[in-house]
């Protein structure tokens, strides 16, 4: 009897015990027993030849494979009937892939570039299992990525984050025993990116788990049967300086800027996998992916419209005051010069005029004091 440590990329997963029964019998024969948390998980029949050494026994538990390599201790030549098993080592490693779990506490920085088509039907599994969710990611290459996850769940990822030192990811894991038919361990793998360094493209996506449930539709579906559907139409940043810059003032700052989206057909989403119509839900996914290069194509040509409308009132406005200040440089420029003369030396014989008649008036008050002297 033995306690055996799991861990799996540092992470901790808790520890197990294995008891090796009935090890010395002359059938060679024995049981292995795995144990976790007084609880027996199986029970796991062995059997050896006389002087067999270094033999692999393996048996999967659910998301656990377990490989022991036992031996007869008895020294070589005994005869068959003295039989002694020994565990000499055990090895436990995950029996298929795991997806990491994401808490999506955290957005991405950036988008993935393209059509993204999400189902809900009928994917994996019996007819009679639970709905799914599936995903189907189209870049100007075709089909990119398809994902396929419980309805159950709620969320799902399509991308890939790299966490930046200084920040890092905290990765935790858990072992539990499936309650199922089958039994078995379950492993569950769960990453949190800390800080805001987090890099790359993708999106997350979520849904309320209380919409739809298998026992709506009597309990089955048949495979590949969509009951709900919608296109997300997703545009990476433009980290390329092509933009028009357009100076439409007189000052600085006084500038438009105006750039082009890739309208190509690829760039839109249409290709050979996205437009399929060998059967009803291709056809389907196909309408919807033509719709949103429709959207994207008629929201580029709004956003042209509206430069184009912003710079015929810009050359108008430019017009009106290029036309009045010509009018007064002509103003200026096509003076009559002897006209104004004339006006000038009338206004100087009017004020010299002027100026002689008031001397006039003031010297009468003097001739008159003079006559009274």
């Keep these: 009897s033995t306690q055996v440590g799991l861990e799996l990329n540092d992470i901790g997963l808790g520890s197990v015990k294995v008891k090796l029964l009935d090890a010395d019998i002359s059938t060679g024969g024995g049981t292995i027993q795995i144990i976790k948390n007084g609880s027996t998980i199986t029970n796991f029949g062995i059997t050896l030849t006389n002087n067999s050494t270094n033999i ?37 490693s995950l029996a298929d892939e795991k997806v990491v779990k994401y808490d999506y506490n955290y957005d991405f920085q950036d988008a993935k570039e393209g059509s993204f088509v999400v189902e809900v039907g009928q994917f994996t599994g019996a007819g009679t299992s639970s709905l799914d969710v599936r995903i189907n990611y189209f870049n100007d290459k075709g089909l990119a990525e398809e994902k396929i996850v419980d309805f159950s769940e709620g969320k799902t990822i399509i991308g ?14 858990s072992l539990s025993i499936s309650t199922g ?23 997350v996506f979520s849904w309320n788990t209380g919409v739809y449930n298998i026992s709506d539709f ?61 059967d009803q839900d291709s056809a389907e996914r196909s309408i919807m992916v033509i719709d949103a290069a429709i959207h994207k194509v008629s929201s580029a040509r709004a956003k042209i419209g509206a430069v184009q409308n912003r710079l015929e009132h810009t050359i108008s406005n430019l017009g009106v005051a290029s036309e009045n200040l010509t009018a007064a440089e002509s103003r200026i420029r096509d003076a009559d010069m002897a006209k104004e003369i004339m006006e000038f030396i009338k206004q ?8 002689a008649m008031l001397a006039q008036s003031n010297m009468i008050p003097q001739n008159v004091l003079q006559l009274l002297r």
Aim: aromatic fraction near 4%.
């Design 348 to 355: 100087q014989i009017l004020l010299q005029s002027a100026n």
């Design 160 to 173: 890939s984050a790299t966490i930046n030192p200084p920040n890092a990811t905290v990765a935790s894991g």
């Design 56 to 92: 692999t026994k393996s048996v999967t538990l659910g998301d656990l494979k377990f490989d022991f390599t036992v031996s007869d201790t008895v020294t070589t030549g005994a005869s068959s009937n003295n039989i002694k098993l020994q565990i000499d080592s055990i090895n436990v």
């Design 218 to 278: 009597n309990g089955a579906l048949p495979k590949e049967e969509v009951i709900d559907s919608g296109v997300v139409r997703a545009e990476e940043r433009w980290y390329k300086d092509t933009s028009l810059i357009f100076q439409i003032g007189a000052n600085e700052g006084q500038n438009m800027v105006a750039g082009l989206d890739d309208m190509r057909a690829a760039a839109l989403g249409l290709t050979n996998d996205s437009l399929k119509v060998t």
């Design 181 to 203: 038919s089958t039994g078995g361990f379950v492993v569950d793998l769960t990453a949190t990116a800390l800080g805001t360094g987090v890099a790359n493209q993708g999106i």
